[in-house]
């Protein structure tokens, strides 16, 4: 089963990471888009199909709190999964973006298994094992 | 919190961050100033919280090639660019600064800068000596960690 995956991080580096862990995982038929913040992600979410959004918090023009309210006020893109993957591990803070509509939360460093089981558990269907 | 808990604290969370990303470890300490004797690659960031501060990393050339080849998984004799691996260095310290801060117990939310590649026009390094100085196998690598004073 194909599922498209949009990376949003201001680091070039990391959204390279992200997308080889997730080649790298087991997880068959994964296709990339990728941003470089909230702004560049939401175009591109107004023009593609997208299953489910990978984001870093800290980003400049729009961050990753911002992705997640402005995705929950639009009617069209409000059913679209956002796991936040950031370096603020704080519980607060984990807790503040799930209260606002993110589906899960990876903090970096992070192992491969856990991105994996959190994008199985956000996509189900054919990836929950 | 005494300095010597906020080391203990660095130590781990730089060693659970090689460890994770970078698949490579810590093998002990380096010598204060090896980091930055010859070529290398240095970044900054700052936070702002409780407490507020400044993390300066600084890694010898070698390493730093070393640990830009395991995270971005280049072969050997594919070249990486000085933009690689100053990208590379300042998602390492973007990363330990996060897995330190995650440790401090805090009410608060803390706001990271994006971290910077340490140009000669930067500025001086910390004045003081680092935090950590850790020989990565490769080439040392120094962490500074600088608080604002209520922290303490």
Redesign the interface.
């Known amino acids: 089963m194909a599922f498209r995956v949009l990376i949003v991080d201001d680091s070039t580096v990391m959204r390279a990471f992200i997308r080889r862990t997730i080649m790298l995982s087991g997880m068959e038929g994964a296709e990339f888009l990728e941003a470089c913040d909230g702004r560049e992600a939401l175009d591109l979410l107004r023009a593609e199909w997208v299953d489910v959004v990978l984001t870093d918090i800290n980003m400049p023009s729009m961050d990753g709190e911002q992705l997640v309210r402005s995705l929950e006020a639009d009617g069209m893109l409000k059913s679209v999964p956002v796991v936040i993957v950031s370096t603020d591990g704080t519980e607060n803070r984990m807790q503040q973006m799930l209260s606002l509509g993110a589906r899960g939360y990876v903090k970096k460093p992070f192992l491969p298994e856990t991105l994996r089981e959190e994008l199985e558990r956000v996509l189900g269907g054919a990836y929950a094992r | 919190m005494p300095d010597s808990d906020w080391d203990e604290m660095l130590a781990a969370a730089t060693g659970?961050?090689l460890e994770?990303?970078f698949f490579t470890g810590i093998y002990g300490a380096a010598p204060v100033g090896e980091s930055s004797a010859g070529p290398h690659t240095a970044a900054r960031l700052s936070f702002e919280g409780t407490p507020s501060g400044v993390l300066t990393l600084s890694v010898a050339a070698p390493a730093a090639r070393a640990l830009?080849t395991n995270?971005?998984?280049s072969e050997d004799d594919e070249p990486l660019t000085d933009a690689?691996l100053g990208?590379?260095v300042?998602?390492l310290a973007?990363?330990i600064?996060?897995?330190l801060?995650?440790r401090?117990k805090?009410?608060?939310?803390?706001?990271?800068s994006?971290p910077d590649v340490l140009l000669p026009e930067s500025g001086p390094y910390p004045s003081g000596p680092p935090s950590q100085s850790l020989d990565l196998g490769d080439g040392a690598m120094e962490i500074w960690l600088e608080l604002e004073p209520h922290a303490h």
């Not at chain 2, 805090?106 to 990271?112: A, M, N, V």
């Open positions: 659970e961050v994770t990303m830009a995270f971005l998984a690689q990208s590379v300042c998602e973007n990363m600064c996060g897995a801060l995650s401090v805090s009410e608060q939310h803390f706001r990271l994006s």
